[in-house]
């Protein structure tokens, strides 16, 4: 029972934190109370139509796809390589590279044998806050498209990629940073640590500069770890404090962004009722998990819930808060093993991802990939008044329902077609470990982190071969771009009409009613798309124990 | 006046034809016009191929294919059918109108000004736009037209169903009129203002048999959200046989195909256009003409009407309300004098003061010597022996009597006067005997109509050329939103320009020509068909009629238009659910025996669990025709009502109605030991 009243608590402090950071962001991308930062890159730069933005966003991801790339083949010849770390594979920089520009960080190597700390701090750290920034700059800039004065501009990219990390991410990080070292977690830049152990044999501990990486690794909703086995590892994640206090880290920016996007639009209420939906859908998730883990698994009938694949440090319950929360805001870290969860929890883990990452989702691309459903959401159930759709005073009409569909297409593409080549091709197919179900879980899991750009692994599946490396790293581009790009340019089409003053006639998008339209349509559309497929995953796996069979 | 609404094609009636017609249909260049239906066609093609070999091999799975593939030929043939029986609906009333345009010689004039007995006749095939006409009592009207000449009584009953005749005459905004309707007095000489199959009929024609038809706005948007997610289910049925293969489980394609089918949106695919059809249809039941779908799908967004006051809010002639008698003058007195000075008064102010004596039981019966009103007098009355009985303006009644009202009468018809009515004073000899109170009355329900108005969001604004006194005094009496008093066009246009700089959808009607240029810068602009070519040029709706009031049945059609498309898509996705609990158990459970959890209606078998969801999918699209031909009901109510209500009848109703429908089919087939 305290258990259910401490998730209690988190969550108000959750929501009290979103509401708090969101009306700050409020002022700073507005452009208000910047103080000596003005100055320094803080300044209102030329405004951008979405074509422009779209390019910029394009062109400034390639160039850090090119530099990162370069990096870790090149990491072997350059310093801050105290244990001396060999450049990296073509088709795995390629995939790490991809993996950490689209805010996905899928890890297909082990970062502790694998990078050096020049490519952990200059490439995936610094990528870690440029992602999240551009994440965060996209979803202002769609915030604009549905909040703003009629006119062309989003923006300007620029601007508010550099608002975002230098105002938001950077202080954030840096005080989340000190709260996990005065939890023991290593800042140091000297190499692995030789320890002799009782028996007389040699082991190396490895260490770095991890709790700066972890920082903003959780709240930029990166969640690729220090090391290989992420926040279960003691060092990433010593204790239920720094547990906790990482679980809020990450979902407490996309939490804000609903706020933000209340704010924005001068009613709150619109805010507030999509922070409702993401939160019934959260919790509906989280349930499911909680009572599955602590119920355990029938098949061994011990006492403490399940405990296969976890740390006896976080038990089911914050393995299973940990579990829904990556899962739901697209941060791939993970704290215990989640192939090991019981088949209904990974149901709503693939279901979290699959829906596109919009259950709070990723920082700025949870809201807009929200915003999304909202168009859908509205397009049909708008109709049912007897006026043509509007959003804010918006008209949705057919070139936004043209966008809104491509936009929505990216999620089966990339997961259905990618899934089912994984499952017919031999080559791919091979990274399966498990027979059966459990099997086609592996396949869906590693196809849905990879297109909603969550990055976590079911683990237990071998993302390493250079097939998965590349059709992996394609996807992640494929899930990050073909949503932005459809995104900006809906906000494009809608920031250029006038919105109409609200009235009795208008279409209600706040309130109970529409909170229930929401939720539901992200459950019609979002995840009966993948009813058939999850059938046979989960579902059919879970029929199976319920028979007394396991995989 | 009395009205004779063409009659109503039966729909029975239509049938047949339809039924033909919905073969007809199968030609594919018809089906491509439909992405949905299409698809399901493709896919019954292919499951039909599929199935015939398979009958030689396993007989008893070949059958299963057959079966299956036979409903989703019958759900094409559904869809088909709606369309035409819609079409034929329309086709009916078009035939009835196309009956008035039969083939007349028409006596052609070399120029306005020639002599009638210079014409020369010509058929009526031949008639260009410019050319003069000569018509005579009689005579149809050949074309649309424009009078330049003349003034005679028209009966236009065969376009508007109204059978007392109006008048038409050149000049002034009486100068338009229809082909296929017949003068009836006195003649015209007329200039043909439409080229030969342009004519407000021919439009008409086209509009209800569809063949014009383009879609709107909104039927391209939804249009797009269909193909989407017919796209979707594509890609999730032909990725589902690999993953199936992955986990040893067949499937017979015919049973994805089944899938495939039962979750594309085939309810709202099939019915779209019969939405569509019907609502024009409607429109022209209302003796509406649209120029295009899209100013009816506007008319469903407008946020403010404009509408005159006179014809629209008012009865158009100021009326008798109440009578104000003088000191030592009983009311009765006062109001059988009125009624006698007024019994000889044809005039609406006079017939009203009798009607209003009436009611206040006055008895007065005619006698003594009529005087009827004159302009110089600007009096009417009876003469009783000598004594004159007079009614009439407050300085004529003076200067005939000589004579200064009471003070109390004097007070009255001060105030009268501020309040925007007309006061008129009645006499006997040089005695004043009181005042009468004539004001503009307002039309009975319209108040109540305007709150409904202001319930749906919509805002009224009340036009006239009244002044800001009288017309603050209606406005406020009628329940309008605002009102623009002392009314140019150009304020007419500059307030619609203002509502729309504000993000607002503006509709007006008008008549004359000065009002061309607001009705075509309305969102919808509906023209009186009594109005001048001008006003019927620039409008996008045309009302028959002449009826002002028609602005807000055109915008219930609109409304109902776009709730039945929301309303049937909904319940069309929402099906999707219980069709997956159908099919998918069904599909799975000889690889997974456990998935027989997921069938919670308990359906008795593989095959007759695809067979009943197919034959539902079928079916229902039957049963949804009278819902799609008829729109969903719209009562006026503000839009939260209205979602929860449509929400939880097309949404929830969707989700339960095939779990149910799909079961008692599933027992019927087991009854039958089809399945």
């Known amino acids: 029972m305290s258990e259910i009243w401490g998730l209690l608590l988190f969550l108000a402090a959750l929501a009290g934190g979103g509401w708090l950071l969101g009306s700050g962001m409020a002022r700073l991308y507005a452009g208000d109370g910047l103080p000596a930062g003005r100055r320094l890159l803080g300044r209102s730069a030329r405004p951008q139509g979405w074509a422009a933005y779209a390019m910029a966003v394009l062109a400034f991801n390639a160039a850090g796809f090119l530099a990162l790339y370069a990096l870790l083949r090149l990491q072997g010849l350059l310093p801050l390589n105290p244990d001396g770390v060999a450049g990296m594979a073509p088709d795995l920089a390629f995939n790490t590279a991809l993996s950490f520009v689209t805010n996905t960080n899928w890890q297909a190597y082990s970062g502790e044998a694998q990078l050096s700390y020049l490519a952990q701090m200059l490439g995936l750290t610094v990528q870690n806050f440029v992602s999240a920034g551009t994440g965060m700059a996209v979803g202002v800039a769609v915030i604009r498209g549905f909040t703003g004065p009629a006119g062309e501009s989003l923006g300007n990219f620029w601007t508010d990629l550099s608002r975002s990390v230098l105002w938001v991410l950077l202080p954030l990080s840096v005080a989340l940073a000190l709260i996990l070292i005065l939890q023991g977690v290593p800042q140091t830049l000297l190499g692995a640590v030789r320890a002799t152990t009782l028996e007389g044999a040699e082991q190396i501990i490895a260490r770095g500069p991890a709790a700066s990486q972890i920082a903003i690794k959780q709240l930029g909703t990166n969640g690729g770890g220090f090391f290989g086995v992420n926040s279960a590892h003691p060092f990433e994640n010593p204790t239920i404090l720094s547990d906790l206090v990482q679980c809020y880290a990450i979902l407490v920016i996309p939490v804000a962004f609903c706020f933000l996007f209340g704010r924005m639009a001068g009613d709150g209420r619109q805010g507030r009722a999509i922070f409702a939906a993401m939160s019934v859908l959260f919790l509906a998730g989280l349930a499911l998990i909680l009572w599955q883990e602590s119920a355990g698994n029938p098949l061994m009938a011990l006492s403490g819930g399940n405990m296969e694949g976890k740390e006896m440090r976080f038990g089911p319950i914050l393995s299973g808060l940990w579990a829904a929360a990556t899962t739901a805001a697209s941060n791939g870290s993970v704290n215990a093993m989640h192939d090991s969860f019981l088949p209904l929890s990974g149901l709503v883990m693939l279901v979290n991802m699959q829906v596109g990452e919009v259950i709070f989702g990723g920082v700025g691309s949870g809201l807009y990939g929200m915003l999304l459903y909202v168009v859908l959401a509205v397009f049909l159930a708008g109709l049912m008044v007897g006026r043509t759709p509007e959003y804010l005073g918006r008209r949705i009409e057919a070139r936004e329902v043209v966008l809104a569909v491509l936009a929505f297409l990216s999620m089966p593409v990339g997961i259905l077609a990618g899934g089912a080549l994984s499952a017919s091709i031999p080559a791919m197919a091979a990274s399966v470990q498990e027979a059966g179900p459990h099997g086609l879980s592996e396949i869906l899991y590693a196809y849905s982190s990879a297109t909603g750009n969550n990055g976590s692994a079911f683990a237990g599946w071998n993302a390493a071969t250079p097939w998965q490396t590349t059709a992996l790293g394609l996807l992640m581009l494929f899930g990050r771009f073909a949503m932005i790009v459809p995104m900006l340019a809906i906000a494009g089409s809608l920031v250029r009409k006038t919105p109409a003053p609200a009235t009795a006639g208008t279409f209600p998008t706040h309130g109970p009613l529409f909170v229930t339209l929401l939720v539901l349509t992200v459950a019609v559309f979002g995840a009966l798309t993948f009813f058939p497929v999850l059938a046979l995953g989960p579902l059919a796996e879970q029929a199976a124990l319920a028979a007394g069979q396991s995989f | 006046m009395s009205r004779h609404p063409r009659p109503e094609a039966r729909l029975a009636t239509l049938a047949p034809r339809a039924l033909r017609q919905s073969f007809v249909k199968l030609d594919p260049r018809s089906l491509s016009r439909n992405p949905v239906i299409f698809t399901t066609a493709v896919v019954a093609a292919l499951t039909t191929v599929l199935a015939l070999p398979a009958l030689a091999t396993d007989p008893s799975r070949g059958l299963t294919a057959l079966h299956v593939s036979a409903w989703l030929w019958i759900a094409v043939l559904f869809a088909n059918f709606a369309e035409a029986l819609a079409e034929g609906r329309g086709r009916a009333r078009a035939d009835s109108l196309r009956a008035s345009r039969s083939e007349t010689p028409v006596k052609l004039l070399a120029s306005a000004e020639a002599a009638p007995a210079s014409a020369t006749l010509v058929p009526s095939a031949g008639l260009r736009k410019g050319q003069i006409l000569l018509v005579e009592a009689g005579d149809l009207i050949p074309a649309d037209a424009e009078v330049i000449r003349g003034v005679a009584s028209v009966d236009e009953s065969a376009i508007t169903g109204e059978s007392a005749p109006v008048i038409r005459e050149s000049g002034g905004d009486r100068s338009s009129v ?75 394609v015919v049973f994805l195909a089944a899938l495939f089918v039962t979750l594309i949106p085939t309810t709202i695919g099939g019915l779209l256009s019969a939405i569509g059809i019907a609502g024009m249809d409607r429109l022209v039941k209302a003796n509406v003409i649209a120029k295009s779908g899209r100013a009816v799908e506007a008319a469903g967004d407008v946020d403010t009407l404009l509408l005159d006051k006179t014809g629209t809010i008012t009865f158009g002639n100021r009326m008798a309300d109440r009578f104000v008698p003088a000191e030592g003058v009983s009311l009765r007195e006062l109001a059988d004098r009125a009624m006698l000075a007024s019994l000889a008064d044809e005039t609406p102010e006079g017939k009203s003061i009798v009607e209003l004596a009436r009611a206040q039981g006055a008895t007065a019966v005619p006698e003594g010597l009529a005087v009827a009103f004159s302009a110089q007098t600007r009096l009417s009355g009876v003469d009783l022996g000598d004594v004159a009985l007079r009614k009439g303006a407050v300085d004529a009644v003076l200067r005939h009597t000589g004579r200064v009202p009471d003070a109390r009468v004097a007070a009255e018809v001060e105030a009268i006067a501020r309040s925007g009515g007309t006061p008129l004073l009645v006499a006997e000899g040089s005695r004043i005997l009181g005042a009468v109170h004539l004001k503009d009355v307002v039309k009975p329900g319209v108040r109540a109509r305007f709150a409904d108005l202001r319930r749906m969001g919509i805002r009224t604004v009340m036009i006239t050329g009244d002044n800001p006194l009288t017309a603050a005094a209606i406005a406020a009496e009628a329940g309008v939103d605002d009102f623009l008093a002392e009314a140019t066009p150009e304020m007419k246009l500059d307030y619609i320009r203002r509502e729309q700089a504000q993000g607002r959808m503006v509709a007006m009607c008008g008549d004359g020509s000065n009002d061309a240029p607001a009705l075509a810068q309305a969102d919808v602009g509906v023209a009186m068909n009594s109005g001048t070519p001008a006003a019927k040029e620039a409008a996008n709706l045309i009302d028959l009629d002449s009826d002002p009031t028609k602005l807000i049945e055109v915008v219930m059609v609109g409304k109902e238009l776009l709730i039945s498309r929301g309303a049937l898509t909904t319940f069309s996705v929402a099906n999707d659910v219980a069709k997956y609990f159908a099919i998918l158990p069904a599909m799975f459970v000889a690889a997974y025996p456990g998935l027989q959890a997921l069938n919670v209606t308990r359906l008795a078998s593989p095959e007759s669990a695809i067979l009943s969801a197919v034959i539902f999918n079928a079916l229902v699209i039957v049963a949804l025709i009278p819902l799609a031909l008829r729109g969903v009901g719209y009562a006026p109510a503000s839009a939260a009502a209205l979602l929860r209500r449509n929400l939880t009848i097309y949404g929830l109703g969707g989700l339960v109605v095939p779990f149910v429908g799909i079961k008692i089919i599933d027992m019927g087939l087991v009854a039958l030991g089809l399945a």
């Open chain 2, 178 to 252: 229809t082909g296929g309707t017949r003068i009836v007095s006195d003649s015209l000489v007329l200039r043909v203002t439409a080229e030969p199959g342009r004519s407000f009929l021919d439009r008409m024609i086209a509009l209800v048999e569809g063949a014009e038809r383009k879609k709107t706005p909104n039927e391209i948007a939804l249009n797009i959200l269909l193909a989407g997610l017919t796209l979707i289910f594509l890609i999730v049925v032909v990725t589902l046989e690999p993953f199936a293969r992955f986990s040893g489980a067949t499937i017979p």
